[in-house]
């Protein structure tokens, strides 16, 4: 028999054994602690890798956190929305830029305004030279890509499913090539020598790695809290009623237009704080840098980590990003050494892509939900198989009248 508290939890089942609900609540309860622990270990790893290539395994990590960010943004636009983005490189090009043109100054004054002209002239406004420092076009590279993103998703609000797929990666491609034919823009040389960001008499240096570890940590936290918070709410809500279905969506009300762009926008904000970091992490910013690759890569760690799991694309990024550094190269070397490949100029990382490929036809056969799908996305492919006893839970499962802070709703989320 279930009692129920004056709280509105039920406590008690027959034979002492858990109710589905309190099933959900301790699931949920192990979860929170997991992440408390895996943030602990995120923040102490600096000081406890007493390996030789301590140094190195920091670098790695924080030139990996730039694909975590880029996988927490476009999670939003295919995880939850539901909207195939291939193009996505686009705004991690133009954060960068914003940065590196900001920063390295390419706008000279002259007679009537200001006229672009080849890079190397700082900037100039009322003949007072202006130099953007990284902090503030974190913010800008936010603000310009969101932009892009509406003026990217506003045009294809119609188009759904391949037509989209082929209109962002149409967006992926145009930009960089912007950039490169633009000698105003940064043309085929790019830019080289942007400040590195510094906090009063600190500076950050390329010999020390662990500022920007901790710099890409708190904007992959930050990134992590405002996805939560959205998802949760009513726009969230709304995101995952046009993925599962866009006509029954509009039928009940939702906004498509304003949902649609808000994905868009917000997707492409991430995505454009990324290319700021990166550019102010390695100083230079060149056009080959961004090619379309890249966005298949953001899109495998979501798939692999699981479409709509914000701790799952965050590993599927740090998986991807690991073994494209650094077990590619090891394989490689060691099918060499040991004379499994005979033709010395062959290369595994020549066959990249096509390892990506297979990576992801294998992931759709045998775990399309990915490494550590959702809740609700693990019940969506396995319908069938999912039980109340595995503790999975989400708003679908919440006992009414469980109110969680920061969630007015009274709705637990996976």
Known sequence: MTTVSPSGIATASQGGKPTPSQEGILSWMRRRWLAIV????????????????????????????????MALGLNIVVGYAGLLDLGYVAFFTLGAYAYAIANFGNIHRVAGGLAYVTPGNPLHIGGTEIHIAVWPMFIGGLAIAALFGI???????????DYLAIVTLGFGEIVPVVFHNNDALGGAFGYTGLDLPSIGDFHFTFLDPVPFYYLIVALCFIAVLIVLSIRNSR????????????????????????TKLLAFSMGAALGGVAGVFFASHLSTVTYDQFDFSISIQVLLMVVLGGMGSIPGVMVGAVVVYWVDFYLLGSVNSFFHDHGIIKDPSFDLDNIRNLLYGLVLIIMMILRPEGLIPSARRKREIHEQEIRPEDGAVDALDAPPGLGIVGNPDGELHA
Do not use: Y
Request: net charge neutral; aromatic share 12%.
């Open 151 to 161: 003026l990217l998703g506003a045009p294809t609000l119609r188009l759904r499913g």
């Open 38 to 69: 895996a943030f602990a270990v995120v923040l102490a790893f600096p000081f406890f890798d007493f390996t030789a290539d301590a140094i190195v395994h920091v670098r790695v990590l924080s030139d990996a956190g730039v694909f975590v960010l």
């Open 235 to 258: 726009f969230g809500r709304a995101w995952i009623a046009i993925r599962e279905d866009e006509t029954a969506a509009a039928a009940s009300g939702v906004n498509l237009v304003r």
